[in-house]
């Protein structure tokens, strides 16, 4: 059984700067894809970013040249770095960990931007 735990999130003002950590534990890390996804008040999750097990990432066009996901194959890690931060950036973030059918969740990290 995977385990997900999410660290990092915090309130900064508008154009501050946060990292994310998600710490993966119970399986493989290298073979799963990992991704963070965030949820705002009333709206549905929604995804951030992407990074495969080869390593390739993938944004959504809102944080395009803000955000950076990476991963730490040594720390079974995979961060989520967020620059120039708004206040439409403000939700609770989860880590998420797919390898086929598998697809497991963390407990998720408010992030809260104040204008």
């Known amino acids: 059984q995977v385990q997900l735990v999410e660290s990092g999130g915090g309130l900064v003002q508008a154009g501050g700067s946060l990292t994310l950590s998600c710490t993966f534990s119970g399986r493989i890390f290298s073979v799963y894809d990992m991704g963070w996804y965030r949820q705002a008040p009333g709206n549905q999750r929604e995804l951030v970013a992407t990074?495969?097990?080869?390593?390739?990432?993938n944004y959504v066009d809102s944080v395009k040249g803000r955000f950076t996901i990476s991963r730490d194959y040594a720390k079974n890690t995979v961060y989520l770095r967020m620059n120039s931060l708004k206040p439409e950036d403000t939700a609770v973030y989860y880590c998420?960990?797919?390898?086929?059918?598998?697809?497991?969740w963390g407990q998720g990290t408010q992030v809260t931007v104040s204008s």
């Open positions: 998420n960990a797919q390898w086929g059918p598998k697809n497991y």
């Open positions: 990074i495969i097990s080869n390593g390739r990432s």
